[in-house]
């Protein structure tokens, strides 16, 4: 499929709908939180304001659209993952259309562990959750699914392709297959890599009280599963594509302070 | 000096007013389709210009306190530009957490009571000393000299210079008295427009280089004609400081050459983490360490040079 096709392939109907002032109602339908009480609703987007005002105060959060526009195409942004704090990060930087209709993918046992958890991950993020634990799943059921049905839906997502946190000394842990599976069934749907920088040392693990750093959110160029690419292939191509979306990458090396200092 | 502080606002609102003006008309005669880069960011500028004046000036007409509560303000969004750069490890959490949350506030506490003796060697001496001794207890020794130096050198910037602004309402000065804050006003005044006039010169008639690798905006010509004409506009200022002309052009030149060298060295720590500007907080501008470094390198100088020759 070529460049134009590409990019003329997004759905002139949900952009139009976005700009007026009743957007509100293209989130009707693939949104749990259309069920729920008035009241929950209003509590969620309290705390969702909260959420990213607290992100922005601590941590002056910014977004660097690098190689990308901020616009409203169905995508999947796929993001390195160092610390709890990296989705709200992300949600904070999005603009709010966007922001209404992109859903997290994350993980339903750490989601569902308390009422309160539960009730950011479902009322306030409207995340797509996932059991992690194979022997929670029912027989046959295919965690997959529930994000396919998501994106046929026409939701875009937040996912972290490495699956845990990275608590090592490397940039990136190797992808899952998640993000393959999804660039496989849907060719025109856009690959977003996302860099999240410095939230390790925002808030290391373990620790409760943040450092107030800047954190940088760079969104790179999308990128698509070729026909007929195999999963490897396609999963080093994704590892590099995020690693180079690292501001650091396009930054002269620093130079060696210690040259000639080694014992 | 209420009225005095008036005539300053209304003079720079004027001020601000013209150069709006100037920037509106480049833009519409150079610039009618928004592409040109260079106009677009001269008018971010000037607008973030009308925030940024309009926020001290109200701190001024509110008086001592807000004033010293914008600069801690000020200290930390700058101490947050800055330690995002610094060297870390894993376990500098709880020092790091202790620059932001002690040695910051007790810097300015100091300052809210007072106390010269002791707010004026807390960081140079006590900070300096305590910080990396919990530092060291965690066990840690990779970088150890690269990380304690550089959290030193940015408490010592984004605070411990950054407070002598505020710093200047405690001086003691006869003949001056309920005026200090006038002071701050000049400083800002002198040291901020010498980096717009630099800025002009340099875009007029700037040709030769001074430093290329550090900074390629900085020229001969746009450091002379700046630092001369700022200077004469703090000389002609003289009136609201307490010096006579001659003493208002010679602390105008001490301020405006120290903040052009202060700007020089933090653009070699930017050129040296590869990054254009310390942040993005302030549109047009970068971030507040890109628009405080001159105030930053002249208030020390400047305190400490009027303390000598006038405080009692």
Not at chain 1, 111 to 118: C, G
Not at chain 1, 131 to 149: K, S, T, V, Y
């Amino acid at each position: 499929m070529s460049l134009t096709k590409r990019l003329n392939g997004l759905s002139p109907a949900r952009d139009t709908l976005a700009g007026l002032p009743n957007a509100e109602f293209s989130r009707q339908g693939s949104d749990m939180t259309d069920q729920s009480p008035l009241y929950r609703r209003l509590a969620a987007r309290a705390f969702g304001w909260g959420i990213q005002m607290a992100a922005h105060i601590v941590t002056a959060v910014r977004a660097d659209w690098h190689g990308c526009e901020p616009i409203d195409n169905q995508r999947v942004y796929f993001a390195n993952h160092t610390s709890n704090a990296d989705l709200p990060m992300i949600w904070a930087v999005l603009p709010p259309q966007i922001r209404r209709k992109v859903r997290p993918v994350a993980a339903a046992d750490y989601w569902l562990k308390n009422p309160l958890r539960a009730f950011i991950g479902k009322d306030v993020l409207n995340a797509v959750l996932i059991d992690r634990r194979p022997e929670a799943r029912a027989e046959g059921e295919n965690p997959m699914q529930d994000i396919l049905d998501a994106l046929s839906e026409g939701a875009s997502l937040i996912i972290f392709p490495e699956g845990l946190r990275n608590m090592t000394e490397e940039k990136l842990m190797p992808l899952k297959a998640g993000i393959y599976n999804m660039g496989a069934a849907m060719p025109d749907l856009e690959l977003v890599p996302v860099w999240i920088e410095n939230l390790n040392k925002i808030m290391p693990k373990g620790e409760v009280v943040p450092v107030p750093l800047i954190c940088t959110v760079t969104f790179g160029a999308p990128m698509y599963v070729g026909e007929g690419e195999d999963k490897d292939t396609f999963l080093a191509r994704a590892t590099q594509a995020l690693l180079e979306t690292d501001p650091d990458y396009r930054r002269p090396s620093r130079s060696l302070p210690r040259e000639g200092a080694t014992a | 000096m209420i009225s005095d502080l008036i005539y300053l606002l209304t003079g720079t609102f004027i001020f601000l007013g013209v150069a709006t003006g100037i920037g509106q008309a480049i833009a519409w005669r150079f610039d009618p389709n928004d592409t040109n880069p260079t106009v677009q960011n001269l008018n971010a500028r000037i607008n973030a210009w009308w925030m940024m004046v309009i926020v001290l000036g109200a701190a001024f007409l509110i008086g001592q306190g807000a004033v010293i509560f914008l600069f801690a303000f000020l200290s930390f969004s700058a101490l947050r530009e800055f330690m995002t750069l610094t060297t870390k490890n894993r376990v500098d959490h709880w020092s790091l957490l202790l620059a932001f949350f002690v040695a910051l506030p007790g810097q300015y506490y100091l300052i809210w009571i007072n106390w010269y003796g002791l707010y004026s060697i807390f960081i140079p001496v006590y900070v300096f000393l305590l910080l990396p001794i919990f530092t060291v207890l965690k066990g840690e020794e990779k970088d150890f000299l690269i990380r304690i130096s550089e959290t030193q050198y940015a408490l010592m910037i984004c605070v411990f210079c950054a407070s002598h602004v505020p710093a200047l309402l405690t001086l003691d000065i006869p003949g001056f008295e309920g005026r200090n804050i006038l002071m701050i006003a000049w400083l800002v005044i002198v040291v901020q427009i010498s980096d717009v006039l630099q800025y002009v010169w340099g875009k007029l008639l700037g040709k030769h280089k001074i430093a290329p690798r550090i900074s390629p905006s900085k020229t001969w010509e746009g450091f002379i004609g700046g630092v001369l004409s700022a200077t004469l506009i703090g000389t002609a200022l003289f009136w609201i400081t307490p010096f006579s002309p001659i003493y208002a052009f010679l602390m105008a030149l001490a301020c405006t050459l120290m903040g052009f060298f202060g700007g020089l060295v933090m653009s070699a720590i930017k050129r040296d983490r590869g990054i254009k500007d310390w942040g993005h907080l302030i549109s047009g501008h970068g971030g507040f360490i890109d628009r405080l470094d001159s105030v930053v390198f002249a208030a020390p100088i400047f305190f400490h040079l009027t303390r000598y020759a006038w405080a009692a």
